[in-house]
């Protein structure tokens, strides 16, 4: 805002006559600032922010007339009011309008005129500094909003990128934490799940394509349910086969139960899809493989195109698992079934020869859970 009171700058190369115009304003309430030359006025004009100028046209060095030339030469000052005080006639008054002048006051001048005609200009001068201001205001508004409309937009092409590959949990939780950081490549123990449709091959093969997928939404809008309601992070669709992992981005607690019973919920859901297919003669049916182990879990891929996936041998024995299994059965290795054998009710299957592991795999096949009460998940 600006500052009261109004600023006049008067510039009389003759003592007594600046006496005499600070004695006439001064009382009104308006500040004065005073110059004995046009160039003295220059430098004032520099100094102070002045309202309206008062200048006598017939002064030593450059007269009044090349000063409102170089006043209206200078952006900032091209509005500022200037009132010539000329004791010349009309060819006078002709070239201060040609210098730029906006009103005059003849000497010897009145008093009253002055304070009217000082008056009138300075409140013209406030309201273009008000015009001013609040366009300077509007300005910084506009770039304000523009920068808060790119970071909105930069946040929801953020959130869009992430919510490819990530559970909305996840998702959450890198918002929360204001930087993808959380992405980068890291070692952690987790649980994965492992499905696939039993018969999805000849099915596939013997049908139109826009049957198969019917089927595919059908399937894939029960896990995506059941994956979010539970907090694992979905890895990847390939077709009929979905493979899910617990505890990582995000920590989980008893991750092995909150993937088994999952599983659990996966079988008894798709086995109602299943029913329903099967009246359609689709003859299909799932099977599941849970392993829990280490692997380095990270963004991969390319500038348009990421994944958060998880590497290591603990997935390839999910998938191993899940191909072993028939339909309707979840098979569960040794070291994840130990964590929830207290909740899990499963029927050892003895171990397994595994593709692409030197060692046979001790396995469980899972019934139930033992008090379905006290799911991990609503």
């Not at 309206?52 to 007339?65: F, H, K, R, S, T």
């Not at 010539?84 to 000497?107: N, P, Y």
């Not at 990270?298 to 997935?315: C, L, N, P, Q, W």
């Amino acid at each position: 805002m600006r500052r009261d009171p109004i600023l006049v700058l008067a510039v009389d190369d003759l003592e007594q006559n600046l006496r005499l115009l600070d004695a006439v304003l001064s009382p009104r309430g308006y500040g004065v600032v005073t110059a004995a030359s046009g160039e003295e006025a220059l430098a004032q004009l520099e100094r102070h922010d002045i309202d309206l100028v008062l200048l006598d046209i017939m002064m030593p060095g450059i007269d009044g007339y090349e000063v409102c030339r170089r006043i209206r030469a200078v952006p900032r000052w091209r509005f500022l009011p200037v009132v010539m005080i000329t004791a010349s006639g009309d060819q006078g008054k002709r070239h201060a309008l040609e210098a730029g002048a906006d009103d005059f006051v003849s000497k010897p001048f009145d008093q009253a005129e002055l304070i009217a005609r000082v008056a009138s200009l300075a409140r013209l001068k406030r309201y273009h500094d008000t015009i001013e201001r609040q366009a300077a205001e509007l300005a910084r508004w506009n770039v304000e909003l523009e920068a808060r409309v790119a970071s909105q937009v930069e946040e929801l092409e953020r959130v869009n990128r992430l919510r490819r590959f990530l559970s909305r949990q996840v998702v959450d939780v890198v918002l929360d934490a204001g930087d993808e950081a959380v992405l980068a490549s890291h070692r952690r123990d987790i649980v994965v799940v492992f499905c696939d449709l039993r018969g999805f091959t000849a099915f596939a093969e013997a049908s139109e394509p826009e049957e198969v997928m019917g089927v595919l939404s059908e399937y894939h809008v029960v896990l995506g349910e059941l994956i979010d309601r539970y907090e694992g992070t979905l890895e990847r669709f390939t077709g009929d086969g979905v493979m899910v992992f617990f505890n990582d981005p995000l920590p989980l607690e008893d991750p092995a139960r909150r993937a088994i019973e999952m599983a659990i919920e996966i079988r008894d859901r798709v086995g109602d899809l299943t029913a329903e297919w099967h009246r359609r003669a689709i003859d299909l049916g799932i099977g599941i493989g849970v392993a829990q182990g280490y692997a380095t879990l990270g963004r991969i891929g390319f500038e348009g195109r990421f994944d958060y996936a998880a590497i290591g041998s603990v997935t390839n024995l999910a998938a191993r698992l899940c191909a072993a299994a028939a339909a309707g059965q979840i098979l569960v290795a040794q070291r994840a079934f130990t964590a929830v054998e207290e909740h899990i009710a499963a029927s050892p299957v003895g171990e397994l020869d595994v593709r692409g592991f030197s060692r046979a795999v001790r396995a469980y096949a899972v019934d139930g859970i033992r008090h379905p009460e006290n799911r991990v998940a609503p």
